[in-house]
């Protein structure tokens, strides 16, 4: 191949012309005539270099003079290594494109892009304050007051890039730069993914391994909460001043076992808020089903952990003696290991304790459980033994994590598996019950322990009598609605561990079915009995417990009891539990309480705003406009004008209008929340006979539907019947987050449907959802009193 003209230069000394083709940019050439240093490469195209300003992986970064405009820019060139590689040469021209698509005052701005001595660059916004790794490095911490800030604004600047349908995929504390005002800048889109709105998975994986989220290290489909790890991930290493990963390897078991082990930042920065705690774990779940469900919600709970931090805390209680214990009971988990010694595998209930002999005398460490002793006699034998400890494991593990649907699922299996040996086989279909509790399941909670109660009453072999006094009586009542009372306490006996299973099982009923006070002497009486210390499986529980009454007191802290007098009080109430939230660490109950709590405060908020009672003409007939008003999805106006009458209209109660108004309107806003995060391909019918292929959300409210012919077409709500929305609710509801939204919804639909659609499908609806919900039985035979027929 030839050299082009562009890489044959003369001296500027001598005039000499020398070759520097195979030279990089900005590079000092001596001249083999004369000896004189000529610097070379320094033009590219309108721009030219004036100093090296980075050096990355695949590319150096120059400050450059903008010659047209005279201004100083920053030029990213590929570097050579990769500038003979068209792949890499593509993506660094996707980068360009996908940078320079949207605009942000914290994302970098692309200014141009173009082909220098065959050499691929970028011309950018030129941010001279120095990167966020820099900051780190120099000052080992970031404060809280000075990180959450910083932290806010590359929040905005990750969303308006997932407004535009990126996701960055390498977000880290070296893209993170600052302009002259101390501004953050996101900067690097070299890996990102177009989702337009969704998921897509990446054809490699090229990633920081400190930061890089699990999802993205499987390989798997990535979204906009693969960012969330990585951001989350940077502001723990920033406030704790150590990465929460220190593994570099890229390796998937390795890495992945050392996402599974991230240290909660709390351990390692103590003198943080709780609430800028609560951001970071949340933010870091493994599970990206746990982490924030928008940049919005995220947002809101780190401008609520500035504030706590701006006040000292926002009034969190960090010293008292609970406290100090759930601490201290945190301390006391141990890693489980899996033990093998002499040709006998020993399962633990839920540990496995290493004994290996190493050839010194030495007392045998006692084990910590009961365990089984399975007879290893053949390879075949053996081999299922040893899958059986790793599936155990492997639940084990997902329980830590917060997997709590997987290790459920795996629990289950093993209480199935009749090659399970006692007393582990029933052991782990307690642990299912318990999974399926934390996870604010009720009815599968319920239906599990229905399983392992027959298992226990038919008698297995090798099961001692402590199953069956110390959690056989709480697995035959734990379907019944009247709470346990503290006398179970005595009841269950005082012989084997069991019993404090039975505490635990007893504490997650009543919490789970709305008895948060009489939850508490069972959680009470599991965590202060230090005999448990040096059982790994029940010091966890203990941690679990401590959860629930750490969540016990931030509901008690008198948020729920404050009656607003005016519109603002309740907006500073819904708001001040908004922090509770982004605070509880337990899953259902707590968590649908805080939310129920802000319903009735959004009510209340409501009518205070309406306090002038306008005069309703007589003629008007007041559930005909009703009627008028839910046919035509004007829910918002029902609930409205309904508040403003004086007194309740004949046959019908206000409250009860109200009620099912405000639900209806969430089934509505449910929707709306599922069409943006992804776009639904179904088939639906519109009133005018159109049919549509796809429906979208754009914008976060104008809909769009695709047609059969392939235009796309807005539409309103009022373009569907009420059956094609309920339609369109039955695809999207088919995979809830948990029983809890899976309930709410159902409740959201049949009060859609009564208003909107046919009542007597959504009586019917209602009286089948009144058979799996005593909850929900009990609020509609409440509502559908106040209703018409």
């Known amino acids: 191949m030839g050299v082009s003209e562009e890489e044959i230069i003369v001296c500027y000394s001598c005039g000499a012309p020398m070759n520097i083709a195979s030279v990089p940019p900005y590079s000092r050439v001596v001249c083999p005539d004369c000896g004189t240093e000529n610097r070379v490469k320094k033009k590219f195209g309108p721009y030219v270099l004036k100093r090296r300003h980075a050096i990355g992986g695949m590319s150096s970064v120059f400050v450059a003079n903008d010659e047209t405009l005279d201004r100083e820019v920053a030029l990213k060139i590929l570097s050579e290594e990769y500038s003979k590689d068209e792949t890499r040469i593509a993506a660094f021209e996707q980068e360009a494109r996908l940078t320079a698509s949207f605009s ?30 820099g900051k780190i490095q120099k000052r080992s911490k970031i404060p809280e007051s000075e990180a959450l800030p910083i ?26 730069l600052f302009d002259s005002e101390g501004n953050a800048k996101i900067v690097d889109f070299g890996l990102a993914l177009v989702t337009k709105g969704g998921k897509a998975k990446a054809s490699e994986i090229w990633a920081t391994p400190y930061y890089v989220p699990p999802e993205a290290i499987e390989g798997g489909v990535e979204d906009f909460r693969a960012d969330i790890y990585a951001f989350g991930a940077t502001l723990y290493h920033a406030l704790a001043g150590i990465p929460p990963c220190s593994e570099e390897s890229m390796e998937t078991s390795v890495l992945r076992a050392a996402k599974m082990k991230v240290v909660p930042l709390r351990r390692v920065a103590s003198g943080l808020t709780d609430e800028t705690c609560a951001v970071i774990d949340r933010a870091m779940a493994y599970d990206p089903i746990r982490r924030f469900g928008s940049y919005d919600e995220m947002i809101s709970a780190l401008k609520l952990a500035l504030k706590a931090s701006q006040n000292g805390g926002a009034g969190v209680d960090k010293g008292n003696s609970k406290a100090e214990l759930r601490t201290r009971l945190r301390a006391r988990k141990k890693r489980m290991t899996l033990a093998v010694a002499g040709g006998v595998i020993l399962v633990a209930i839920g540990i496995f304790t290493l004994i290996l002999s190493s050839g010194e005398e030495s007392e045998a460490p006692k084990p910590v459980s009961k365990v089984v002793a399975v007879n290893t006699g053949g390879d075949q034998v053996e081999e299922t033994s040893s899958k059986i400890a790793d599936t155990y494991l492997e639940a084990r593990e997902a329980m830590e994590t917060g997997d709590f649907s997987k290790a459920e699922e795996v629990f289950s299996g093993l209480l199935e598996n009749k090659d399970v040996q006692e007393p582990t086989r029933t052991w782990a279909g307690l642990e299912s019950v318990v999974a399926a509790f934390m996870d604010g399941r009720t009815n599968s909670a319920n239906r599990n322990a229905k399983a392992v109660f027959r298992h226990i009453v038919s008698g297995p072999e090798n099961l001692g009598v402590g199953f069956s006094s110390g959690v056989q009586p709480v697995l035959r009542k734990v379907n019944s609605l009247p709470f ?23 504490g997650l009923k009543n919490w789970e079915q709305g008895g948060i006070e009489e939850s508490l002497p069972f959680f009470e009486k599991l965590i202060t009995d ?8 029940l010091a966890w529980y203990q941690d679990v417990a401590a959860r629930y009454l750490k969540d016990y007191e931030l509901m008690s802290s008198g948020v729920f009891d404050v009656v607003p007098d005016t519109p603002d009080e309740c907006r500073d109430t819904i708001e001040e539990l908004n922090r509770v939230l982004t605070l509880l660490t337990t899953r259902g109950r707590a968590k649908f309480n805080v939310r129920s709590r802000q319903l009735d405060l959004k009510r209340l908020e409501k009518s205070l705003q309406n306090k002038k009672i306008p005069t309703i003409e007589p003629k008007v007939d007041i559930l005909e406009e009703v009627d008028l008003l839910g046919k035509s999805y004007r829910f ?3 609930s409205n004008w309904v508040s403003k009458l004086q007194e309740d209209p004949a046959g019908a109660r206000r409250q ?18 599922d069409l943006e995060e992804k776009p639904i391909e179904i088939q639906l019918d519109l009133t005018d006979g ?18 059969e012919s392939g235009v796309d077409r807005k539409l309103e709500w009022k373009d569907f019947s009420s059956e094609q929305l309920i339609e369109l609710y039955r695809e999207l509801v088919k995979s809830p987050a948990t029983q809890e939204e899976r309930m709410s919804r159902h409740e959201s639909a049949i009060a859609f449907e009564w208003l909107a659609g046919d009542r007597e499908r959504a009586v019917a609806a209602a009286e089948r959802l009144s058979e799996e919900s005593p909850e929900f039985e009990t609020r509609w035979e409440v509502m559908s009193k106040g209703l018409p027929e």
């Open 104 to 133: 942000h005052p914290n994302v970098v701005r692309v200014l141009t892009t173009g082909r220098a001595f065959g050499w691929f660059y970028i011309a950018m916004e030129f941010v001279p304050g120095g990167h966020f790794e």
């Open 636 to 638: 918002d106006e029902i």
């Open 656 to 673: 009860a209008l109200t009620d099912i108004a405000d639900s209806a309107s969430a089934f509505l806003s449910e929707i709306k929340s």
């Open 690 to 707: 159109t049919t549509i292929t796809t429906l979208a959300l754009v914008g976060g409210e104008q809909l769009y539907g695709r047609l």
């Open 530 to 537: 230090e005999s448990l210390e040096n059982d790994n499986v």
């Open 484 to 506: 346990f009372d503290r006398e179970l306490i005595e009841d269950l006996g005082v012989d084997g561990n069991e019993r404090y299973m039975g505490y635990l099982l007893a």
């Open 151 to 176: 932290a806010i604004q590359i929040a905005e600047g990750l969303k308006g890039a997932k407004s535009a349908g990126l996701i960055h995929r390498d977000i880290k504390p070296g893209n993170i």
